[in-house]
């Protein structure tokens, strides 16, 4: 097991992250998924976020001393400098704070979904954190399925998981209903 | 030391010690184009060697060099290349084109703390025909880019769009407003005969009907890609009186980091719209002899076009929010309010980090500008907005 992993395991109470670890061994990223689109590639701090998306879980990291939530996750508090941080579930509720139509040059495999969008959601459990994401009507629909016309800052969504890859799960929104 | 600034101050200003101890004494740069056949070591060399001439240093006295992270001539290149003497301050600034003016700095504090004498900061640049730095799917996904490339949030112009998005609905900022940034921009290009967009006149229609790049951004509102290279050369005040030109000092230098700050994708702060140049602005001001209204022309860091709002709240001329107001009714043009990027900048004289707008703050200031702005005695430049920033206050 690679160190890293070691030392998430350690900072998480109720050894919630380290059972995951232990189940398998992660494969060495690989960049793309078969249709081009990028994959993360966490760091070290990042690693929990997407491991808990794996499972369909949306985790901030947080302090475990003082309680206030970060992100990006980072190895340290900001407020009180502690070590030791959680991670905790979010409502996977939020508001779109904003969004761009991104159009070519792109890379191939997005210039073809082209006009997409990407938006900006202000999470509802701490409005300070905004997630980059693509708003979809479906979990699994493409980065274009949503119309444009949709598209409205302040509006609510809420999150789902779409699996990229094997193993590879990203948080994407769908609108909430009126 | 030097001279008094010309008006008595408006207000006495904190201790400075760098304030006006050194000066810009020689500019240099290359032509400017899509593609250009020699290297970027042989731009920089050419840039490096004509700001020298420019100032009537022999290359054999440069003992310092800067220029930013992303350059990727070193000075051991460089230094043995022109016949550099012994070199015994050289460094580094990071973060793109905030880098520009941070490069200045670093020659000011080094010749000011007497580390060095005869300083040059360079930039050479192929991106007219080289690679886009976000087309490699390799070396730019870790952090922070696990959490915004997946999505399709790519390049810098989509980073930016974002803020600009959230800009236009907060503050009624309109598309009319960047196109005033884009045209203020072409309008001193048209005036440069160095400048890319030289003989290409632009228009509302054009403006308008342009391809989207990222929306709410437009083609125009993106800088050009350009391959090129500048360079200047920064002496003591002292030795400054001796050169070719008239001095032009370096009469306040910041850098700016600020506080919980995450670079281009700026989206997880209080506060995303409050960006470095507030943080260097404060210190800019904080030991100048003057204020934001005494500023005569500014050349303002300009990769995409609601860099110029942003950057125009940042550093004062305006409060928050009102930064696409103020570019109404000519503010931005020669005659206007505040003047800005007279050599057409990086949206259309050149795209290279921003050194570009250095040296037309000197010729401005030595009143040799293609576009001058009479009689102008002080000057802003600034780095790029949206990222770990610098910048300077110039003066006559």
């Known amino acids: 097991m690679p160190s890293i992993m070691r030392g998430t395991t350690d900072n998480a109470p109720g050894n919630t992250v380290g059972d995951m670890n232990n189940s398998r061994t992660r494969q060495p990223p690989c960049n793309t998924t078969t249709d081009g689109l990028l994959l993360p590639v966490p760091d070290a701090d990042g690693l929990p976020f997407w491991e808990f998306a794996a499972r369909g879980e949306l985790r901030i990291q947080a302090c475990a001393d003082c309680r206030e939530l970060r992100f990006p996750p980072r190895p340290c508090c900001p407020h009180c400098q502690s070590f030791d941080s959680e991670w905790r579930r979010m409502s996977g509720r939020g508001r779109i704070w904003s969004y761009v139509l991104p159009h070519p040059p792109l890379l191939p495999a997005y210039a073809e979904l082209a006009p997409y969008n990407v938006i900006l959601v202000a999470l509802a459990d701490a409005p300070g954190i905004r997630l980059v994401g693509n708003l979809v009507t479906a979990r699994d629909a493409p980065l274009n399925s949503a119309d444009p016309s949709r598209l409205r800052i302040g509006a609510p969504v809420k999150a789902v998981f779409a699996e990229l890859a094997e193993d590879v799960v990203v948080p994407r929104w769908v609108l909430e209903e009126a | ?396």
Not at chain 2, 96 to 106: E, K, L, R, W, Y
Not at chain 2, 207 to 212: A, D, F, G, Q
Request: hydrophobic share 40%; aromatic share 8%; with cysteine.
């Open chain 2, 1 to 396: 030391m030097t001279a008094a600034p010309a008006t008595a101050p408006a207000r006495p200003a904190a201790m400075a010690p760098l304030k006006d101890t050194t000066a810009i004494v020689g500019i240099g740069q290359t032509p400017f184009a899509r593609h250009l056949a020699e290297p970027e070591k042989t731009l920089a060399c050419r840039a490096i060697l004509a700001a020298l001439d420019d100032a009537g240093i022999p290359p054999s006295q440069v003992d310092a060099f800067t220029s930013y992270t992303m350059e990727e001539t070193d000075e051991v290149e460089v230094a043995k290349a022109i016949g550099a003497g012994d070199v015994t301050f050289f460094s580094k600034a990071g973060y793109g084109g905030g880098g520009s003016c941070a490069t200045v700095a670093h020659l000011a504090a080094a010749i000011t703390t007497g580390q060095a004498t005869v300083g040059v900061a360079w930039r050479s640049r192929k991106r007219g025909s080289g690679p886009r730095p976000w087309r490699n799917t390799g070396a730019e996904l870790p952090t922070p880019g696990q959490w915004t490339r997946p999505y399709g949030l790519l390049r810098p112009a989509d980073e930016i769009a974002m803020l600009a998005r959230r800009y236009m609905h907060e503050y009624g900022a309109t598309r009319d407003h960047f196109f005033n940034v884009a045209l203020a921009c072409r309008n001193r290009a048209n005036q440069n005969p160095a400048a890319m967009m030289y003989e290409r006149p632009l228009t509302r229609e054009m403006y308008m009907t342009s391809r989207w790049i990222s929306e709410p951004l437009c083609l125009f509102d993106n800088c050009l890609e350009t391959d090129g290279a500048l360079a200047c050369v920064v002496v003591s005040a002292e030795r400054a009186r001796d050169c070719r030109h008239p001095p032009v000092y370096v009469h306040s230098a910041a850098q700016g980091l600020p506080a919980q700050h995450h670079g281009m994708v700026n989206y997880w702060t209080d506060d995303p719209l409050t960006g470095p140049s507030w943080t260097a602005a404060r210190r800019l001001w904080h030991t100048a002899d003057f204020g934001p209204p005494d500023v005569d022309v500014a050349q303002i860091y300009d990769a995409f076009t609601p860099l110029i709002p942003l950057s125009l709240e940042g550093y004062g001329f305006c409060a928050r929010g009102e930064g696409a107001a103020f570019s109404e009714g000519g503010a931005l043009e020669l005659g206007g309010r505040l003047p800005i990027n007279t050599g057409g900048g990086g949206l259309s004289e050149a795209y290279v980090h921003g050194f570009n707008l250095i040296n037309e703050g000197v010729r401005q200031l030595r009143g040799t500008s293609t576009a001058q702005v009479p009689g102008a005695e002080t000057c802003l430049v600034t780095a790029g907005e949206g990222v770990p920033t610098s910048a300077l206050l110039l003066r006559s």
